[in-house]
């Protein structure tokens, strides 16, 4: 995709302005802190694809030679596994931060990918097409919509109507309404007071959470009547990595959303609202809650009723551009061709929410291999049950992080790419901060990524390096690092512990306890070359 290349884009960077205390951008969005490498399965193609398709839209697929475009792609790492786990697709992902872009680009050329790449470029660039970019079959973007102002909400909106192919899947996350309405002004009031301070966003961010832990204890009269609501808020503000927090709370076009305000913006790209990805959800609602929405036939209008039901903090929507409806035959055919790989181990599951008359033989089934929803539908437990019912199974059980989407046509694509992702992706993860960052490893077999954690990646890279028997240095390299950081470690037979107090013994249990429920894990999903 020669369009894609830097030397296209013009005057990349914003003007940036000393407002307040740090650097902000004049676009109000803090710049002078990096957003924590994290990688969103919920931005994979096939996932959107999948989800769209089984709603009953004829959006695009993931086909050999599909494009995708994420903006605002922070340190890159989504876009990376995604172009990965996909070596058929090309992909791109922008961003105005030249060291997310820098980041983002170190990584893929430190693992040779050629079918991805990075452009420094604000939306506002994009939006008066300074940059040469083509239409896209999926754009994604993850915390931006909200978080910033609403003059670049109106370039985002320009940007889709520009860049999205007819057919074409739009992922947009957002912080929502009503699930906000009582702590966005703990936001407003985070955002005014640390911008009063002087001095750089880590000193502004940290005074600033010793004065509202202060006045949170000063008997303020906001903080006891909504405890219950403000609570997780404050822990996340007190406790998250600083990156996040400061992305989080101290954009100045931050705003939480009604989807039926996104909804009619996207609409006029020619997008339409296909479903949800995340599990907001409830399975089932109760007859109460089943009348309300009698006689309401505007979707937006359901959508958020349903949400006042379920309080929704935070919503990933799907839409498509000018789509067709599929036919039941279509429909069938994409069952045919789609389907559910387990991404955890059987033991690791605790899962109340969904009928363990159908879980268990569909895990069954699964452990064996991954099978497409037509297939699935034949496993006898299943039998009676509309495809409409096994979908909807099926998306719960990835929803919760169990199963992933997997397509029958993909799983020819060479691992090679995310083999060598995956080594960089681990050396990254092994030294990152444990509370601060979303790491991932690249699979083929569900073209996304599966959760990797800092311990886990040791011992990925012991696998894979010269140290497959897990022996000594690489017990002294994670004992180190559990000594460094003092979180809470699970150690055998379920008890919790600081890290900073591990044995080395105890250092020999995690590892071999990790190894021994990641490897066939990891096998499976081809993330580690083997039979
Ligand atoms: C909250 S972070 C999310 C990063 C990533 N998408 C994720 O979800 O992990 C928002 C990102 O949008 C970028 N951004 C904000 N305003 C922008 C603009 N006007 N043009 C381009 N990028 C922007 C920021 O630099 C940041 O990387």
Redesign the pocket.
């Known amino acids: 995709m020669p369009s894609c290349r830097r030397a296209v884009v013009p005057s990349a960077v914003?003007r940036s302005a000393f407002l307040g205390g740090g650097v902000i951008t004049d676009?109000g969005?803090v710049?002078d802190i990096d957003?924590p490498d994290?990688f969103?399965s919920q931005m994979s193609p096939l996932l959107l694809s999948s989800l769209c398709r089984l709603a009953g839209f004829d959006a695009v697929r993931p086909e050999p030679g599909f494009t995708y475009l994420?903006?605002?792609?922070?340190a890159g790492m989504?876009t990376a596994v995604l172009a990965a786990a996909n070596p058929e697709g090309r992909f791109v992902g922008?961003?105005?931060?030249p060291r997310?872009i820098a980041a983002g680009t170190q990584m893929i050329r430190a693992a040779g990918l050629t079918n991805a790449s990075f452009l420094e470029?604000?939306?506002?660039d994009l939006a008066e097409g300074k940059v040469a970019l083509p239409a896209f079959d999926y754009v994604a973007?993850?915390?931006?919509y909200s978080?910033?102002d609403a003059e670049?909400r109106e370039?985002v909106l320009t940007i889709l109507d520009r860049h999205v192919k007819p057919g074409g899947v739009v992922y947009i996350n957002y912080n929502a309404m009503p699930g906000w309405a009582v702590s966005a002004p703990l936001q407003r009031l985070i955002l005014e007071y640390s911008e009063a301070l002087d001095g750089g966003v880590l000193h502004r961010l940290s005074a600033t959470r010793e004065w509202v832990d202060r006045l949170v204890h000063a008997d303020g009269r906001f903080f006891s009547s909504h405890e219950a609501a403000l609570r997780p808020r404050l822990d996340s503000f007190g406790q998250w990595a600083d990156g996040y927090v400061a992305?989080?709370f101290i954009n100045r076009g931050w705003q939480a959303l009604f989807h039926t305000d996104v909804a009619r913006a996207v609409a006029g790209a020619g997008l339409e609202f296909a479903g949800s990805v995340s599990p907001v959800r409830p399975l089932r609602r109760t007859p109460e809650q089943r009348k309300l929405f009698e006689g309401i036939t505007d979707r937006a209008l359901r959508e958020v009723v349903a949400d006042f039901l379920d309080d929704t903090q935070f919503r990933e929507d799907v839409y498509v551009r000018q789509p067709r409806r599929l036919s039941p035959r279509e429909r069938g055919e994409w069952c045919d061709e789609v389907g559910l790989c387990l991404t955890e181990r059987r033991g690791a599951m605790h899962l109340h929410t969904v009928s363990s008359r159908l879980l268990n033989p569909l895990l069954d089934a699964l452990e064996q291999r991954p099978m497409t929803f037509t297939e699935i539908a034949q496993v006898p437990a299943f039998s009676g049950l509309s495809m409409a019912a096994v979908v909807a199974f099926g998306e719960r059980l990835t929803a919760e992080g169990w199963t992933s989407p997997y397509l029958r046509s993909a799983q020819a694509n060479s691992a090679e790419p995310a083999w060598r992702l995956n080594r960089v992706l681990a050396e990254r993860a092994q030294t990152a901060a444990p509370q601060s960052a979303h790491y991932a490893l690249a699979s083929p077999v569900i073209s996304s990524g599966v959760p990797l954690n800092f311990i886990q990646a040791q011992v990925y890279l012991a696998l894979t390096g010269d140290d497959p028997g897990l022996g000594a240095d690489t017990v002294e390299r994670v004992l180190a690092r559990l000594h460094d950081c003092d979180i809470q470690v699970e150690i055998s037979g379920n008890a919790v512990k600081r890290s900073s107090e591990v044995t080395r013994a105890e250092a020999v249990d995690i590892l071999h306890a990790i190894r021994d429920s990641r490897v066939p894990v990891w096998r499976r999903l081809r993330v580690l070359a083997g039979e």
């Open positions: 914003p676009t969005y710049t957003y994290y969103h994420e903006l605002g792609a922070g989504t922008t961003d105005f931060n997310h470029c604000g939306f506002a973007l993850s915390g931006v978080w910033v670049q370039h992305h989080e």
